[in-house]
């Protein structure tokens, strides 16, 4: 494999689209794929009840997804921990979720993005909100590619 992705998670499910987006990304171009949960504040105690569930939460997502699937529990500022993360990584794109605005909801909201573009060379994939339609109709053109 040459290349990683990392995707930045939560337990939403404009979240989960974009893990799914990511994985299929790294299925269909033999990238690795590491799925990176930040817990907001840097000085959380080990084992707490947040951080535990957070850890599982991630577990389950990478299991869904593909055995191959690496994983990175952090703490601290959302836009530090990623970019630190894609630098230690190597990566080659982020990719986040984004959720609707405005009245129809065909504009996208993510503020991490942009931020995250100030601090990090490293281009940013916007995935788009989850419908149940779209979502098999992406994931079914990305495993319809990867088997030509």
């Given at each position: 494999?040459?290349?990683?992705i990392v995707?930045?998670?939560?337990?939403?499910?404009?979240?989960?689209?974009?893990?799914?987006?990511?994985?299929?990304?790294?299925?269909?171009?033999?990238?690795?794929?590491?799925?990176?949960?930040?817990?907001?504040?840097?000085?959380?105690?080990?084992?707490?009840?947040?951080?535990?569930?957070?850890?599982?939460?991630?577990?389950a997502l990478?299991?869904?997804?593909?055995?191959?699937?690496?994983?990175?529990?952090?703490?601290?500022?959302?836009?530090?921990?990623?970019?630190?993360?894609?630098?230690?990584?190597?990566?080659?794109?982020?990719?986040?979720?984004?959720?609707?605005?405005?009245?129809?909801?065909?504009?996208?909201?993510?503020?991490?993005?942009?931020?995250?573009?100030?601090?990090?060379?490293?281009?940013?994939?916007?995935?788009?909100?989850?419908?149940?339609?779209?979502?098999?109709?992406?994931?079914?053109f990305a495993?319809?590619?990867?088997?030509?």
């Open positions: 494999m040459h290349g990683t995707c930045g998670v939560t337990d939403s499910a404009e979240s989960r689209a974009a893990a799914q987006l990511a994985a299929a990304l790294a299925s269909r171009l033999g990238l690795r794929l590491v799925l990176a949960h930040v817990v907001p504040g840097g000085d959380v105690a080990a084992g707490s009840g947040s951080d535990g569930d957070a850890g599982h939460s991630l577990e990478a299991t869904a997804l593909d055995d191959d699937v690496e994983t990175r529990l952090l703490h601290g500022n959302r836009v530090d921990c990623l970019a630190e993360v894609a630098a230690e990584e190597g990566a080659d794109v982020i990719v986040l979720g984004s959720r609707p605005r405005g009245a129809r909801g065909r504009q996208l909201r993510c503020a991490l993005a942009c931020e995250l573009e100030a601090v990090q060379s490293v281009p940013v994939l916007i995935a788009p909100p989850a419908t149940h339609a779209r979502s098999r109709h992406r994931l079914a495993e319809a590619a990867a088997r030509r």
